[in-house]
């Protein structure tokens, strides 16, 4: 079983219309979104949720007011003033960091579990895809990133199935390392952009801290050919395989539209690059 992760420096690049092409050509596979926080990969393989979960990635202070002798010790150590006057506490401003369970001298202050999201187990007509969507302005992606990844995995083996394709998230944050912890393959898509070239960067070195093989694609390469030999002589000193060029087209925006991967939308040199780059990862 071999898992690859499909990730950029930045958003935008086109990751997630790779990851989807992917989808299609793969076969015996098991597809993830790890983009908890923004995931989109759903609109490009349809799934149908066959079970939704829970998910509680933090905690949340809660004050008994039948035991609380309102000292106030908990309204001044409370740095993200997250407390009223009237000892009860915003959901919104609480950080979840215990410290006013910790002074309370009557134990009035309890920690309880914080719904942050849900995941789920879908079918789509490629095969099964776990995905996850994580509630407004709540944290712990990293931690519902490693949740879906062992749900996939299981599914994997316990199917004797072939791949994980995984659509990992933008930037080099958590949620990144969460899903390039144990792939094989870390696939970054970049864009002849100088932001894309220095995310491109960051990204690269989080990889290369995790000595994970790593390869390169530059989507819309033809945009600015100055800047994709600047990428290409990156990868050449950092030995890193540049598996593909992929050229801009108009119809990749009319196939998102259509709700469809490009492979299958149509052939044109997008489809055949992807096709060829696929083929290379394999």
């Known amino acids: 079983m071999k898992q690859i992760v499909i990730i950029s420096g930045k958003g935008g690049t086109g990751k997630t219309v790779l990851t989807a092409s992917f989808a299609s050509l793969a076969e015996n596979k098991v597809m993830v979104d790890c983009d908890v926080d923004a995931a989109d990969l759903h609109l490009l393989l349809h799934p149908i949720v066959k079970e939704k979960q829970e998910f509680t990635g933090g905690k949340t202070a809660n004050i008994d007011l039948k035991l609380c002798i309102e000292c106030g010790k908990c309204i001044e150590v409370c740095r993200f003033d997250a407390i009223t006057d009237d000892f009860e506490v915003d959901p919104i401003a609480c950080e979840g960091?215990?410290?006013?369970?910790?002074?309370?001298?009557?134990?009035?202050?309890?920690?309880?579990?914080?719904?942050?999201?849900?995941?789920?187990?879908?079918?789509?007509?490629?095969?099964?895809?776990?995905?996850?969507?994580?509630?407004?302005?709540?944290?712990?992606?990293?931690?519902?990133?490693?949740?879906?990844?062992?749900?996939?995995?299981?599914?994997?083996?316990?199917?004797?199935?072939?791949?994980?394709?995984?659509?990992?998230?933008?930037?080099?944050?958590?949620?990144?390392?969460?899903?390039?912890?144990?792939?094989?393959?870390?696939?970054?898509?970049?864009?002849?952009?100088?932001?894309?070239?220095?995310?491109?960067?960051?990204?690269?070195?989080?990889?290369?801290?995790?000595?994970i093989d790593t390869k390169v694609i530059v989507n819309k390469y033809d945009l600015n050919e100055d800047k994709t030999e600047g990428i290409k002589s990156i990868c050449k000193e950092e030995n890193v395989d540049l598996v593909g060029l992929i050229p801009f087209s108009r119809e990749v925006s009319e196939s998102i539209v259509k709700g469809l991967p490009i492979v299958e939308y149509m052939e044109n040199d997008v489809s055949e690059e992807i096709t060829s780059i696929w083929q290379k990862i394999c």
């Not at 789509?124 to 949740?147: M, Q, R």
């Not at 932001?195 to 989080?206: A, P």
């Open 97 to 211: 960091c215990a410290l006013c369970s910790y002074i309370c001298p009557v134990e009035a202050i309890a920690m309880k579990d914080n719904k942050s999201g849900n995941w789920f187990i879908s079918e789509t007509k490629y095969g099964p895809l776990v995905h996850a969507k994580l509630n407004i302005a709540e944290e712990n992606s990293g931690k519902l990133v490693a949740k879906v990844r062992q749900i996939a995995k299981e599914i994997a083996e316990q199917n004797d199935m072939n791949y994980i394709i995984i659509d990992g998230p933008p930037g080099i944050g958590c949620p990144v390392i969460a899903s390039l912890t144990g792939v094989n393959t870390a696939v970054i898509v970049t864009e002849p952009t100088i932001s894309g070239i220095h995310d491109m960067k960051r990204v690269l070195e989080v990889a290369s801290h995790f000595k």
